[in-house]
Antibody
Framework: QEQLVQSGAEVKQPGASVKVSCTASGYTIANYYVHWIRQAPGQGVEWMGWISPNSGGTSYAQKFQGRVTVTRDTSINTVYMDLNRLRSDDTAVYYC???????????????WGQGTLVTVSS | QSALTQPASVSGSPGQSITISCTGTSSDVGGYNYVSWYQQVPGKAPRLMIYEVGNRPSGVSNRFSGSKSGNTASLTISGLQAEDEADYYCCSYTANNRGVFGTGTKVTVL
């Protein structure tokens, strides 16, 4: 049974950084792209970036370039999303999601984590 | 990359069919057959309903169908049911090998 389990809620001050983890079970992250997607309160969903399964290469939305870093540790089947220089408008639920095709990204996300609420407030 | 354009809301009576549009450009929706659709109920993660324009994952009702014409993709829900009331989002691959979601559509079953 494939599953993605994310780390717990975080409260951060403006200017700080946050690191959210996403641990896969039932499959290996080395075979699938993992994407990060966020949703601000009462707003729509927003694509942030991905990490590739074989090379570990990354791609990020232009909006987050320079502020976000996605990494992985294949030994523990976990992907991480680091967002720095946090602002109040970064308050959102952050989701990791698996692409449904092996070794390719068709931007179709079949398994999602439960979401991690990151609150940025002074 | 601007969000894909969806109507803010669509409504229909039980048993009717509704269609949600998702309009982009030739650099995303119009240029590739990598459009997916998601259903989201409050407090839950989105659920994949359609991938690669018109394909349904296993477990998704055949009342949901997808299509594309030019720069606009569409999700049709036939035989509308109360359980279909949710927010719906489209997503597309873009020319820069990035992704973009739609603005979201709230579906109300009257």
């Amino acid at each position: 049974q494939e599953q993605l389990v994310q780390s717990g809620a975080e409260v951060k001050q403006p200017g700080a950084s946050v690191k959210v983890s996403c641990t896969a079970s039932g499959y290996t992250i080395a075979n699938y792209y993992v994407h990060w997607i966020r949703q601000a309160p009462g707003q729509g969903v927003e694509w942030m970036g991905w990490i590739s399964p074989n090379s570990g290469g990354t791609s990020y939305a232009q909006k987050f370039q320079g502020r976000v870093t996605v990494t992985r540790d294949t030994s523990i089947n976990t992907v991480y999303m680091d967002l720095n220089r946090l602002r109040s408008d970064d308050t959102a639920v952050y989701y990791c999601a698996r692409d449904h095709i092996t070794f390719w990204s068709g931007y179709s996300f079949d398994y999602w984590g439960q979401g991690t609420l990151v609150t940025v407030s002074s | 990359q601007s969000a894909l354009t969806q109507p803010a809301s669509v409504s229909g009576s039980p048993g009717q069919s509704i269609t949600i549009s998702c309009t982009g450009t030739s650099s995303d929706v119009g240029g590739y057959n990598y459009v997916s659709w998601y259903q989201q109920v409050p407090g839950k993660a989105p659920r994949l309903m359609i991938y690669e324009v018109g394909n349904r994952p296993s477990g998704v009702s055949n009342r949901f169908s997808g299509s594309k014409s030019g720069n606009t993709a569409s999700l049709t829900i036939s035989g509308l049911q109360a359980e279909d009331e949710a927010d719906y989002y489209c997503c597309s691959y873009t020319a820069n090998n990035r992704g973009v979601f739609g603005t979201g559509t709230k579906v109300t079953v009257l």
